[in-house]
C-alpha cells in the first residue's frame, strides 16, 4: 500500500520558519518525482515545490523563502519553510508522481499519490 504521511505543521509568527517532512512507503521512491501543494481556505489546491531528477521547481510566491530536498535512503522529502508569511497560511501536501511530466509539473493530475496533510499556520 502506498502512503505518504507528513508531518511538521504548526502555528508560527511571521518571519519564522518550519519543516515539513513526508515520509513514503509502498512505492520505489527514488524513481518518483516529489512535490509539494498547499491548500488554503475557500481557495484551490496549489503547486509550492517539486523535485525530480535532482531538479527544484518552486512557485514563484516561494521561490527565495522555501526548499524543498529528499534524502531517497530515508524515503522522504523535506521543505524548510522561511520568512514565513500569513498568506502562507494552508494545508500542506505531500505527493508523488511519474519522474517525468514536460510542463506539466505544476498540475495535480501529474501526481498519484497524497498525503493527507499538515496544516501550517501563520500569525502577523
Known amino acids: 500500500q502506498v502512503q505518504l504521511v507528513e508531518s511538521g505543521g504548526g502555528l508560527v509568527q511571521a518571519g519564522g520558519s518550519l519543516r515539513l517532512s513526508c515520509a513514503a512507503s509502498g512505492l520505489t521512491f527514488s524513481r518518483n518525482a516529489m512535490g509539494w501543494f498547499r491548500q488554503a481556505p475557500g481557495k484551490e489546491r496549489e503547486f509550492v515545490a517539486r523535485i525530480s531528477a535532482g531538479v527544484a521547481y518552486y512557485a514563484d510566491s516561494v521561490k527565495g523563502r522555501f526548499t524543498i530536498s529528499r534524502d531517497n535512503a530515508k524515503n522522504t522529502v523535506y521543505l524548510q519553510l522561511n520568512s514565513l508569511k500569513p498568506e502562507d497560511t494552508a494545508v500542506y501536501y505531500c505527493?508523488?508522481?511519474?519522474?517525468?511530466?514536460?510542463?506539466?509539473?505544476?498540475?495535480?493530475?501529474?501526481?498519484?499519490?497524497w498525503g493527507q496533510g499538515t496544516q501550517v499556520t501563520v500569525s502577523s
Open positions: 505527493a508523488a508522481g511519474p519522474l517525468y511530466s514536460g510542463s506539466y509539473y505544476t498540475q495535480l493530475r501529474s501526481y498519484n499519490t
